[in-house]
């Protein structure tokens, strides 16, 4: 793939130690990977620690930054906060895919010995997926009120009022058996 030729890390010409990337990511490289997805209007920045060691990597990602999603409470779209950490081990093997088939670890992964760069486009779409929380709700206002459409609040109260009403009342006799 070569737009995400720009997440690949030569890591061979590293020394030993510590070291810093930052990239910014958003709508178009999603472009690149097949799928639907829940969120748009992305704008993150990526900060990856990597400590190379003589044999395998430590990686740190942190993700911040903002994605437009859909309320689930009340179907309005809201912007919303990235902010997350991931460590990623990447190991130098002879034999990658069979260690990739015994590992059940998924914070781990290979890569062959003679292989000179590591492409982190995958670790940065995984991750991003994983910051953005399954539920998707307004926050709340700074008085604590529902940041949702105050409209669509009513009504969801109504409604839920009204099948409180509607209640049949053969079930009624089932409450008595809840605490057993």
Known sequence: MKPLREYEIAFVGLKPGVHSFQYEVDDSFFDNYEGPRDFSNVKATINLSLDKKSSFFMLKFEIGGTATVTCDRCGEPFELQLWDDFHHVVKLVDNPEEMAESE????????????????????????????IPMQHIHPDTADGKSGCNPKVIEMLERMNQQAKEKDNPIWKGLDKFKDN
């Open 104 to 131: 059940e670890d998924p914070d781990v992964s290979y890569i062959s010995r003679t292989e000179s760069h590591l492409n982190v486009s995958d670790l940065i779409y995984e991750f991003i997926h994983l910051s």
